[in-house]
């Protein structure tokens, strides 16, 4: 088989005299060799200063992730990077109820971290095997 993930992201903004139309909805399809979902179901947050890993080390070829900040309003900011064994690189930031979704597989030695400035946030993940 092939195309069994589909992608779809589209944004629209309404603002007063602002508007962007709906933009999208733009998408892909890919590929999953192995079938099965990977990875930890969810993690929490902290503020550990290298970040906490969504560890896939269970996986064969990570691939699309779905990251959500599983927080209710008013709750912590989830801060999503990356670490390389020397320092943590912040890359994005999940308010509460907010999801992203991107290709999860980096390589060598740097692995997907989150952290927050400063409590615990819940982070639910899911990611497919490639």
């Given at each position: 088989?092939s195309?069994e993930?589909?992608?779809?992201?589209s944004i629209?903004?309404a603002?007063?005299?602002?508007?962007?139309?709906r933009?999208?909805?733009?998408?892909?399809?890919?590929?999953?060799?192995?079938?099965g979902?990977g990875?930890?179901?969810?993690?929490?947050?902290?503020t550990?200063?290298?970040?906490i890993?969504?560890?896939?080390?269970?996986?064969?070829a990570?691939?699309?992730c779905?990251?959500?900040?599983?927080?209710?309003?008013?709750?912590a900011?989830?801060l999503?990077?990356w670490h390389?064994?020397a320092?943590?690189v912040q890359?994005?930031?999940?308010?509460?109820?907010?999801?992203?979704?991107?290709?999860?597989s980096?390589?060598?030695s740097?692995?997907?971290?989150?952290?927050?400035?400063?409590?615990?946030?819940?982070?639910d993940?899911?990611?497919?095997?490639?």
């Amino acid at each position: 088989m092939s195309d069994e993930i589909n992608v779809v992201a589209s944004i629209r903004c309404a603002n007063g005299n602002f508007e962007l139309p709906r933009v999208g909805a733009s998408g892909f399809k890919s590929d999953q060799t192995t079938v099965g979902r990977g990875g930890p179901a969810s993690v929490t947050a902290t503020t550990a200063a290298a970040g906490i890993e969504i560890d896939v080390s269970t996986m064969t070829a990570p691939g699309i992730c779905r990251l959500t900040n599983i927080e209710a309003d008013g709750g912590a900011t989830i801060l999503l990077g990356w670490h390389d064994g020397a320092s943590y690189v912040q890359t994005d930031e999940l308010k509460p109820g907010e999801s992203t979704v991107f290709r999860f597989s980096l390589g060598g030695s740097v692995t997907r971290r989150c952290r927050v400035a400063s409590g615990t946030a819940d982070l639910d993940v899911v990611v497919l095997e490639d």
